[in-house]
């Protein structure tokens, strides 16, 4: 599967491919929320992995252009710093169409998953649909 991660920090941004990658996912990466955008519009993905807190471009504004273009599109959304108000951004997250949230710190396993079960529920969510 095809993932791409948003986030404007290189150290998470590079640690998060490897363990996508071990895992098996193809990785494609972006330093910011435009060039994330331009990234899903040139090469597509199944899964988005998106901070919510970025200069320029937020994970909201990414989250909610994204959700406008491919609604079914699963979503993940992280964050990390002050924990009140990044659960307040991530619940926003959700409201934007955001299927999991992760908050940092967070390990491998909670990141895998939270890929999981977001493909698993588009999957699932398919097939619920196709045989209603």
């Given at each position: 599967?095809?993932?791409?991660?948003?986030?404007?920090?290189?150290?998470?941004?590079?640690?998060?491919?490897?363990?996508?990658?071990?895992?098996?996912?193809?990785?494609?990466?972006?330093?910011?929320?435009l060039r994330g955008l331009r990234l899903w519009?040139?090469?597509?993905?199944?899964?988005?992995?998106?901070?919510?807190?970025?200069?320029?471009?937020?994970?909201?504004?990414?989250?909610?252009?994204?959700?406008?273009?491919?609604?079914?599109?699963?979503?993940?959304?992280?964050?990390?710093?002050?924990?009140?108000?990044?659960?307040?951004?991530?619940?926003?997250?959700?409201?934007?169409?955001?299927?999991?949230?992760?908050?940092?710190?967070?390990?491998?396993?909670?990141?895998?998953?939270?890929?999981?079960?977001?493909?698993?529920?588009?999957?699932?969510?398919?097939?619920?649909?196709?045989?209603?």
């Open positions: 599967m095809r993932v791409l991660v948003i986030d404007d920090d290189p150290v998470l941004r590079r640690t998060l491919a490897r363990l996508l990658e071990r895992a098996g996912h193809i990785v494609l990466l972006a330093g910011d929320g519009r040139d090469e597509g993905a199944e899964l988005v992995i998106t901070d919510v807190r970025m200069p320029g471009m937020t994970g909201l504004e990414v989250m909610l252009q994204l959700h406008q273009c491919a609604p079914e599109l699963p979503i993940i959304a992280i964050s990390g710093g002050d924990p009140s108000r990044d659960w307040e951004l991530l619940e926003d997250a959700k409201l934007l169409g955001a299927v999991e949230l992760l908050s940092k710190p967070f390990t491998a396993a909670d990141l895998g998953s939270a890929v999981h079960r977001a493909t698993h529920r588009r999957h699932d969510d398919k097939r619920g649909t196709a045989s209603a």
